[in-house]
């Protein structure tokens, strides 16, 4: 009987290793305009995907990595996680009242995002060390999780798990179909992302890579627990992105995908080298269906890598004019 | 066509799914002697498996992680990677006239180890630092590839690949086939164990957590390198493994495999928690075919680790009763 059902799944991947998939399915990219953003991604797979082709690329070497805020989800008109750290501190104010008196927390609570964000660094830090430390990682995931049920976007007023970009999401699915491994590289917080990111994008904990805090490990009745403290670890972006890539995957994507200059580098490491790879920027500039912003940006700035994308021929996303749909909750 | 092809993936996939595996396949752990080690193992794996119980863990959750030195391979007389160390100072000794006259190169250029690790773990590092930095992670996989390709073990004259326990790698293919996803986390450095894990073990460089040293990314010729740096980041032993595997895969594992000490925080991290879980610890009894030693060893010493796993029943390993066949070199 086991050997009826082995033989049976050989003949069917017999069956679909005869026909290139591209040849056969309907389109996996239905969000997408025909244009060249979207002949270039589907031109990238159909050639590593030929065995026997100087371009062909193993499977298990098909790492794709993505930059989330501003390419996956929204970052506008805060990063999202910003966001949560606001809703968070408003919902533990009641026990701490001394906020009141107390900035970046005194602004928060009066609704004035813009004037809690002028303590620069320090403000967001504090923030960050008041709202996602002194818990352990299973408690912060109960919050996290609890927020995401619940939590709307403040412009939107949409779910935060129906602010990702349609397209991006066929994409990641286009590309696991054939045979890529997909890597969230971010500067958010590992612990905030991984608590979404398999619901939302198919992306399992241990594909996600992010910021993080220093952590120790406790016994609370004998048992191990692992508490998250208010130091800053490592932070995820620009150069750092690179060197998580090494250390977390120890192997080159050969696709990466973003859309800020912290993403340079990223996109550097894997496309300034040699063999087939591929590198995109998402673009953003539809102000009316999204935002729109750019070399001018404080949040998802991109200046330096147009112009590099430019130089080195990557593909850039218009999202106006390459989506014909951008978030998961449009109809 | 692509849809039979599916549709006769997914008749297999039900054949199979009909049946449990443990019912239809020849003996997948051979060289395990039927013993209680054995029954345990296959236990848990029959008990996780069966849709439907309480005991059921889908497979996405089915993560194991393994220790590396003396767990999958030896680690007497000394670490393999320390040996390594060795081989690579006496290499580069012709381009380092000094080091006949300062130790610890002094010592390794006589041939004499014990006096080189008299200086401790200040000379380690410096052994180290000389012979696993100072270049690009490119340039060192070369240099351990070429050294794996030929090296030779001083005791049994083996290539350090043939240095693997057989009944182990019958155990991380026995766990794949049921769904798990198999790590690594061990204290030897993650650059090293990557250029030979999936070749030896099947386990990709992106399940291979290890210590590591600090990088940076530089630029030669306009492209992006790293270079690996003599500053030490992270020495994955003890609390650091519990912590390595929360950073790296985000989730507990079910299962995990250690020798030593150095393994009893992972172990509790694993099963001192709620859930069906396995842990085992490999002690080293077989001083015939390999080594004995356990509570009094500088290399590998399982102490309080032992005590442990006999007051929360965790499976110890008899390797000279419980393996029939100890290294992938015996016939």
Redesign the interface.
């Known amino acids: 009987?086991?050997l009826?059902?082995?033989?049976?799944?050989?003949?069917?991947?017999v069956?679909?290793a005869a026909?290139p998939?591209a040849a056969?399915?309907p389109d996996p990219l239905p969000s997408w305009n025909n244009g060249q953003s979207k002949q270039a991604i589907r031109a990238f797979v159909r050639k590593i995907s030929k065995p026997g082709t100087p371009d062909f690329v193993p499977p298990?070497q098909r790492?794709a990595t993505f930059d989330n805020d501003g390419t996956l989800w929204g970052e506008q008109p805060f990063y999202f996680q910003f966001l949560f750290a606001v809703d968070r501190i408003k919902a533990m104010a009641a026990k701490r009242p001394e906020w009141k008196e107390k900035e970046p927390f005194a602004s928060v609570l009066r609704g004035d995002l813009k004037a809690a964000l002028a303590g620069g660094e320090h403000a967001i830090l504090e923030m960050i060390g008041a709202t996602h430390t002194g818990l352990t990682?299973e408690e912060f995931e109960v919050v996290v999780r609890d927020w995401f049920a619940t939590a709307k976007h403040p412009t939107t007023g949409k779910l935060y798990s129906e602010m990702v970009y349609k397209p991006m999401l066929e994409l990641l699915a286009y590309l696991r179909v054939n045979s890529f491994?997909t890597y969230i590289v971010s500067g958010g917080g590992?612990?905030f992302m991984?608590v979404f990111a398999?619901k939302v994008y198919g992306i399992?904990?241990?594909q996600?890579i992010g910021s993080?805090g220093k952590?120790?490990?406790q016994y609370r009745d004998?048992?191990?627990i692992?508490v998250k403290l208010p130091t800053v670890d490592f932070i995820d972006d620009k150069?750092g992105k690179?060197?998580a890539i090494?250390?977390?995957?120890?192997?080159r994507p050969i696709a990466a995908f973003g859309n800020s200059d912290g993403d340079l580098?990223m996109l550097?490491?894997t496309c300034?080298?040699a063999g087939p790879r591929f590198c995109l920027y998402v673009h953003h500039t539809d102000a009316a269906r999204e935002w729109a912003y750019d070399r001018a940006s404080s949040i998802g700035r991109l200046d330096k890598g147009l112009d590099q994308a430019k130089a080195k021929g990557w593909t850039v996303v218009d999202m106006k004019n390459d989506w014909n749909r951008v978030f998961l909750f449009e109809k």
């Open positions: 009987m086991r009826k059902a082995v033989a049976a799944i050989l003949a069917g991947l069956m679909l026909q998939l056969q399915s298990a790492i990682t491994k590992v612990e991984r398999e399992p904990p241990e996600v993080s952590q120790a490990l004998g048992k191990p692992i150069e690179p060197l090494q250390k977390a995957i120890g192997r580098q550097q490491w300034d080298t």
